[in-house]
């Protein structure tokens, strides 16, 4: 999440590891979106990126909007 800059993408990657996920079109946002209804950790990574803490860690990095 940090350094590709897109939570969609993020997350597409994380899925790409799953043995139930990788071979769907994640070309929509439905694999995506029922993932994240059924998986606890990707529902912690979502809120994570969207907390002070991860915005901290952008900044510290230098990948923060101005």
Do not use: K
């Not at 079109?25 to 803490?53: K, M």
């Amino acid at each position: 999440m940090l350094m590709c800059g897109d939570v969609s993408v993020g997350l597409t990657m994380v899925l790409r590891e799953d043995p139930n996920f990788a071979t769907a079109h994640l070309d929509n946002a439905e694999p995506l979106v029922q993932a994240l209804r059924e998986r606890a950790d990707l529902q912690r990574i979502l809120t994570y990126v969207r907390s002070d803490d991860f915005l901290r860690l952008r900044q510290r990095v230098g990948l923060a909007l101005p």
